[in-house]
């Protein structure tokens, strides 16, 4: 009977400690999608975010959009997209994203991709190795605003000396749409941390 009850114990102690920490990351990946480290730099990185019918999807579209006003206003001369071919898809998503990008004003030869991708953490490392070809070392690191969190831990990892710019023009607006991708991103978040500590 006390192992039942000790165990009991044990499991809610357990579970209302695992909800607090699910609550705390999320409360941090909200406050930092707040944080706006927008300055000069060698190039943008801007992180993936699917393509529809050969077009950069509506949350991916935002995303070039801010690199291009990035590269307009002068904050990087070069743009480096991310993202590889998706199943049942022709393009990658990189390459999408440079011919939105030079239909939009952008030189061809300040766009540079990586077509190997298919989640973040590698988005981030096969951009790394473009900073590392082109002498780049301070970059501006594009995405949703709640997607920056995670996003700049990976970069930190991968020893990038990256800035937040997260897009103005973010996609998910509504308290819905957030809330759902908040709820994402913590649950990724946790679950990097637990793969970098058994690693």
Excluded: C
Aim: charged share 20%; no cysteine; aromatic share 14%.
């Amino acid at each position: 009977m006390k192992i039942s009850v000790n165990f009991k114990k044990i499991a809610i102690t357990f579970l209302l400690f695992t909800l607090g920490y699910f609550i705390l990351i999320a409360v941090n990946i909200s406050l930092f999608s707040n944080i706006n480290q927008t300055q000069k730099a060698d190039a943008a990185i801007v992180l993936g975010a699917g393509i529809w019918n050969n077009e950069p999807s509506p949350v991916f579209k935002e995303r070039i959009n801010h690199s291009i006003y990035l590269y307009k206003n002068g904050y990087v001369k070069s743009i480096i997209f991310t993202g590889g071919i998706s199943d049942n898809k022709k393009l990658s998503e990189s390459y999408v994203a440079k011919m939105y990008a030079i239909k939009n004003g952008v030189a061809t030869q300040d766009i540079l991709i990586e077509e190997k991708s298919k989640i973040t953490q590698e988005n981030l490392a096969f951009a790394k190795e473009i900073t590392l070809q082109n002498n780049f070392s301070k970059i501006l690191l594009v995405s949703d605003p709640l997607h920056m969190k995670r996003s700049m831990m990976m970069a930190k990892d991968l020893n990038l000396q990256a800035y937040s710019s997260p897009t103005t023009t973010s996609k998910y607006q509504s308290t819905k749409a957030k809330f759902i991708f908040l709820l994402r991103e913590t649950f990724f978040y946790i679950a990097y941390q637990v793969y970098n500590f058994f690693l």
